[in-house]
């Protein structure tokens, strides 16, 4: 029943972005909405199956996979680009694609070769490996504020609109390309399906019973990275969000299966992006972007969550 609501809520919030003020101009309405709704559902699948799975292994629902960096790495990068390339608002559509690229590229393979250098040390830790990204997500934001000092003044306003997440300039044309890669990682994940609920047990627990922990993990570790990269570099970063998402799963489907918490948690992202920017564009008709008021929901709740565990 619970997930019956959620899947009918979802629907409607689509519905609305679709049809709300379309005023019968359907050739040019549904292929334009259409495709930033597969741009919203491509980032909302991405954000909320890959904070879900971060949480089982890492054994917290607080932690999100913003914690290894990827929006200070991804910042950094555009910072890097508009010092050697510049800016240019009517860049085609090949550099659009080399630039998506070379991003996803970067934060993968930074994830990647930090997953590995842990994996393979003397000291298989998971907590190590937090540690590290936050040291490393502190040295990208301090080298972001060294090159930001570099560039001219009009570059940094251009800067500044690519270090918030917006779904009104999206590239279409890497829609398969995300939806491709995405795929990719969701079937690791469907594969290693049956291990997450014992993984969200603890690693001697999932140890004991059988499974195949550090190999699930690392297999796991490279789905989300793929899946957290794609959706930064296709949107921006998005900070709070899979935390906001995940916890409203735990607490709906009050359950700790992934069977259905996953699915949740895809649906309550759905509800939020597509039906918060349906308010604002089409009931509102405002300009601001739903990603500032699903950081500011979503950094409300984590100061809630760290308080009440502090307290606890």
Not at 71 to 93: H, K, R, S
Not at 98 to 115: I, N, R, S
Not at 213 to 241: H, N
Not at 288 to 293: E, L, P
Request: glycine share 8%.
């Amino acid at each position: 029943m619970r997930m019956a609501i959620l899947a009918a809520l979802a629907a409607a919030a689509i519905a609305t972005y679709m049809l709300a003020g379309a005023n019968g101009n359907w050739g040019f309405v549904l292929p334009f909405r259409g495709a930033k709704l597969a741009a919203m559902l491509l980032v909302a699948f991405a954000i909320a199956v890959s904070t879900v799975l971060f949480q089982a292994i890492t054994h917290n629902r607080i932690l999100t996979p913003s914690v290894m960096g990827f929006d200070a790495l991804y910042i950094l990068i555009q910072a890097l680009m508009v010092l050697g390339m510049g800016i240019n608002p009517a860049q085609g559509e090949e550099r659009q694609t080399a630039q998506f690229l070379v991003e996803v590229a970067a934060m993968t393979g930074f994830a990647c070769l930090l997953f590995w250098g842990v994996f393979n040390g003397a000291a298989h830790s998971l907590h190590l490996m937090l540690l590290m990204g936050i040291v490393f997500g502190l040295l990208f934001r301090s080298l972001s504020g060294l090159v930001v000092r570099l560039i001219d003044p009009n570059e940094f306003a251009y800067l500044q609109d690519r270090m918030f997440a917006s779904f009104s300039a999206i590239e279409t044309g890497l829609l398969w390309a995300c939806a491709l890669a995405i795929g990719l990682a969701s079937a690791i994940a469907w594969r290693l399906r049956r291990s997450y609920d014992v993984l969200a047990l603890g690693r001697d627990v999932a140890v004991n019973l059988g499974v195949p922990y550090r190999r699930t993990v690392m297999a796991t570790l490279v789905a989300v990275s793929v899946m957290v990269a794609v959706s930064t570099a296709l949107v921006g970063p998005v900070l709070f969000f899979g935390l906001l998402v995940s916890n409203l799963a735990y607490v709906t489907m009050g359950s700790d299966r992934h069977r259905w918490l996953v699915p949740a948690a895809v649906l309550w992202a759905v509800i939020f992006l597509v039906g918060g920017q349906a308010l604002l564009e089409r009931i509102l008709k405002l300009n601001a972007t739903i990603s500032i008021v699903i950081e500011f929901a979503g950094g409300l709740l984590f100061l809630l969550l760290v308080t009440r565990r502090k307290q606890a």
